[in-house]
Structure formats: C-alpha cells, structure tokens
C-alpha cells in the first residue's frame, strides 16, 4: 500500500512539475513590480478598474443567473432589500427598516426615500413584489426560484398548484413592502441580499421581456450601470450617477474581460492590464505563497469542491460503488501537491466558517463523515460491483468520462482523482473539457458520468449546503433521492427551534455522507492578487471579492 501511494505522489509531482513549466513558457512566475503596469486611471483619466470574469454569464437578469460567473457581475449592478456590509453582517440595503411579527412569520420592509433606478425611475416596493413573484413564474423557468420557496404560497406557485395572488408578499405601497413566510426562516434577512431576490423594475421589464439581453434596455439599482457586453470577450461596468451611495463609490467603472484560461488572464495581470485578479493558475499561488508576495490574498469561502456521480446510471446507482470512489481519494495530496491554496480536504458537505445553534463552528461541532481508506475501498468497490453484475474490466469497458469545465486548476484536480481511482482501484476514467456553460448545461440534461461541481454558500447557514441534495432540487444534478434525507430537511427549514433544527441538519448530512451521491474533494479557500495601488477591496466567505468599494491610488 505504501508502494502504491508513492507512486500516486510522483505522479501528481510530476502533474505539478510540468503546470509550473507551462505557467509562464517555461519561466517560473516573477513577481510584477508595483510601480510599472499602467492602471486603468492612467489609460483613461477615470478610475477603471480592471479585471477578468473567468467565463461568459448565461444571464445578467437576477431571476436567471446561476453562479458566481454571473453573481459577482450583478453584485455591482444591483442591490436587495438587505446587504453584507465588509464584515460580513447583514445590514439595510434599498431597505431603511424591516419589523419582524411576534411569530417570527411576518417582515415588514420600509424603503429608503432616496433610491432610483439607473434610469431615474424610483426604486418601489411593487418593484420588488413584481421581481420575486416573476422569478416564481413557472414559465420563466428560473432555477434559483426555489429560493423563494421561504415565502407562503411561493412554492405552491412555481410548482403549479397554486396561483400569483397566493405569494404572501405584498406592497402595501410604494416604500412598504410586507411579506410573509411558510414558517419562521433564521437566515431570511441573508436571503434578501442574495440576487434572485433583487428587485427588477417592473415598468422596463413589463414593456420588454427581453430588457436584460441589451446593455441599452438594461436597467440596474446598484452602484454601477451595465454599459456594454461584448460576449465571450469583456463586459464594461460605468458607475451608476442615480446610486444613493454614489459618494463612496470611488470607481468610475469596472472592465471585466471573459477569458477562461487561467494563465493567459495571470500574464495580463502580471503584466500590468489588470488590477484584480480572482482565479489564479495552482502553481502561481504556490508561488506567491512560498515569496510571502503582499498581493496574493487568501480570501476565507464558504463552499465545497466536488464531483458530482450520476446516480441513475449504473453502475453508479450503486451505494458502495459510490464509497469507493469516496474512499479512495487522497483529499491531503490533492490539497497539498495540487490546490495548494490553503485549502481543507472535505470531510462532509458543510465547509468551515458556518455557525451552529451554540455559536459553535458547525463543522467543528459536527465532525468528519468520510476520510482516505484505501482497503475499504477496494472492499466496497468488489462487492459494490459485483452486486451490479460486474467486474472492474466490465467497469472499464463502458468508457466512463469524468466532465470538467475548461479551467488548468479542474484540469489537474481532475488528473489528480483519475491516477488515484486508477492506481488504487484500477479503474479507468477518461476526462473531457468544456466550457461551463456547457458543463451546467449537461449537467441539467443528465449528459455525465462524473462531473467536476463545487458550490459557495448563498448564505451563511448549513442549509444553503444541504438543501442542494433535496428530491429533484434544481441543482441536484447528481439525481439523488432520499425519502429520510428530505423528511429531515423539512423538519429543519420549519422550525423556529435551534436545536431541532440543527439537530436535523447533522442527522441529514450523515445520510448524504453515507450514500455519498457525490465525492466531496476539499473546502474551498479563494486565492487572489490585488495590485498594491488597489484600496477598499473586501472578502466575505459567501462572495467573491467585493470590488464595489474599490479605489485606485497612483
């Protein structure tokens, strides 16, 4: 066994070896110097602050965005009802106040008096009523309209058993909004911050279904307007003259290129055209790290990297098939030789960084589900496959692919997981690159074997981890179902009481970690670099860096 784990550590030094000779045709990474790239100020008399995307957002409309691709975008360009303030606390946004009923049931918003949309119209609260129930509209078809599902009558509504009129959120006039919950929600405020519940301007939207597609409809609440979108190449930010914070906003705008290749985005930020930069090739990290370089940031993050198993395709349907792919991952040598970010091999689904009913850390509290066990992988593997009427060469013969979006970091967590299942299990698994778009897109239609998923807390409670497992939950794209599972998850999200809560929490995470419908690899952190001449940038765990508040100083 020793034998073998060397020979996986080899592999993965030499995997390491050849990314660092490429990284930078056949250089090792330098560090830039401060004084010499030219900032955006210099180029264009404003502040503009440059930076990349990483890949192209299916959509900037705030009901149909899916990701951080997008979410890091529409986070300049709109605002909720509630927002994170730089220490992660939840703070009034377009809202001047909220009351809470004594049933813990009803809010009631008061807006402030001095917000506008980018157009000049005033931000309402019919806007906002007219945004959640159109994000709830079965025929948009929005994703994250589950997100909703908090408010009385919502789910009802998106699922086709019930009607518009039965959402329980209500303008009462143009600055009170009221709205009212299934059942006491602890984290609800979290959720007003998120973007499916943005506000969308009810006038643009009802005259032009297609407002979002257009930077010359597009019409936005937040900081910055969007002022062009050149797909698949960059996306032009301008700051938002109609914003009530406009006087703290230091940006004149914001540049985001959408280039998926993470070395030629780190060449144009170690060459001076960009300001930012949020995903950075492994081996410049470990770079950086090893140079103690004052511009890597290793910013905190709720979330989890993962591979999804689709678990209505054999032999994957399989329990102990599932663990072995689980146990015979070496998370350590992944985090340490591969990642090398910081990161924290996954032990469960819920990541550090959130709390428990005792103010505990909940992953602390709660413990490890699953760890490296090479032999009882190899156990589960036989008997797993057996159980399915195969063998490891019948296995082999199928051809199975594990599906990663375009990116050198996935590629070599990728290559990493396959020598490991290979050497340790002597299963062959091909890899094949898309773009993310692409990915998600199969993911939805079930087009996978395995596939390379990860998720960021969307707010900062358990639930936001597990509810993704959920029966036919929109993004449970590993098809898992688990009658008990979602008994326990109900019980959590309709209670008031701490305890059971969480206690529902952890009893349903050590189910899902049992079935293991997908291999956690590690808990996230998020690398970036940030020019020395760059002020007033922020990291909460839930967001990506949060360039609002920017400044450039040269």
């Known amino acids: 066994m020793k034998s073998k784990k060397l020979l996986i550590l080899l592999s993965l030094l030499l995997v390491v070896s050849v990314f660092v000779s ?39 409309d705030p009901a149909l965005a899916q990701g951080t691709h997008e979410s890091w975008i529409l986070n300049n360009l709109f605002e909720g009802l509630m927002k994170h303030d730089s220490t992660g606390q939840i703070v009034p946004g377009m809202a001047k106040e909220y009351t809470l009923s004594e049933d813990d049931l009803t809010y009631t918003f008061t807006l402030k008096d ?17 945004a959640w129930k159109r994000a709830l509209d079965p025929e948009l078809a929005a994703d994250y309209a589950y997100q909703l599902y908090y408010i009385k009558g919502a789910e009802a509504y998106n699922s086709g058993e019930g009607t518009v009129d039965d959402v329980a959120v209500k303008a009462l006039d143009d600055k009170t909004l009221e709205v ?52 698949n190449a960059k996306i032009k930010l301008a700051k938002n003259e109609n914003y009530y914070d406009k006087d703290n906003i230091k940006l004149d705008g914001i540049d985001f290129d959408i280039i998926e290749d993470e070395n030629t985005a780190w060449q144009k930020y170690e060459g001076g055209e960009y300001d930012i930069l949020v995903t950075l090739p492994q081996a410049v990290v470990a770079q950086l790290k090893a140079e103690n370089n004052p511009e890597l940031q290793i910013g905190a993050d709720v979330g989890t990297y993962y591979f999804n198993l689709n678990n209505e395709k054999k032999p994957f349907n399989n329990k102990k098939v599932r663990q072995a792919l689980v146990y015979a991952l070496d998370r350590q040598t992944i985090v340490d ?66 599906l990663y979006n375009t990116s050198e970091a996935h590629k070599k967590i990728a290559q ?35 596939s390379r998923a990860g998720w960021i807390g969307d707010y900062s409670d358990p639930m936001t981890m597990l509810d993704l497992f959920y029966t036919d939950g929109p993004f449970n794209d590993a098809g898992y179902s688990n009658p008990e599972y979602d008994r326990l998850i109900d019980i959590a999200k309709s209670t008031a009481d701490q305890k059971i809560r969480f206690d529902a929490m952890r009893e349903a995470e050590a189910i899902l970690m049992e079935d293991v419908p997908i291999v956690p690899v590690y808990f996230y952190t998020q690398p970036y670099a940030v020019k020395p001449y760059v002020t007033g940038v922020y990291k909460i765990p839930i967001q990506y860096p949060t360039i609002t508040y920017a400044d450039i100083n040269k």
């Open 416 to 450: 990493a997981a396959q020598e490991m299942w290979r050497t340790n299990l002597g299963i062959e698994i091909g890899l094949e690159n898309v773009e993310f778009q692409v990915k998600l897109d199969r993911e939805k239609a079930g087009d996978y074997d395995i």
């Open 180 to 231: 009212t919950l299934e059942s006491p929600t602890a984290y609800f405020l979290d959720l007003c911050a998120f973007y499916t519940y943005y506000p969308v301007n009810k006038a643009v939207a009802e005259a032009n279904p297609d407002w979002a597609k257009d930077p010359s409809t597009y019409v936005s609440n937040g900081p910055f307007t969007l002022e062009s979108w050149e797909h």
């Open 114 to 130: 001095d917000i506008k949309w980018s157009n000049g119209d005033p931000v309402t609260a019919q806007d906002f009523e007219f």
């Open 22 to 60: 490429a990284c930078s045709s056949g250089e090792e990474p330098t560090t830039p110097e401060p004084e010499e790239p030219t900032t955006g100020e210099e180029q264009t008399g404003e502040k503009i602050l440059r930076t990349n995307n990483s890949s192209e957002p299916g959509s900037l």
């Open 337 to 402: 030789k591969i990642a090398q970010g910081g990161q924290i091999p996954a032990t469960g689904i819920v990541p550090p960084g959130l709390l428990d009913e005792n103010g505990e850390d909940y992953r602390a509290t709660t413990g490890d589900f699953i760890g490296y066990d090479l032999e009882k992988a190899k156990t589960l593997l036989a008997e797993g496959l057996a159980e399915e009427g195969m063998t490891v060469e019948d296995f082999n013969a199928q051809g199975f692919v594990l």
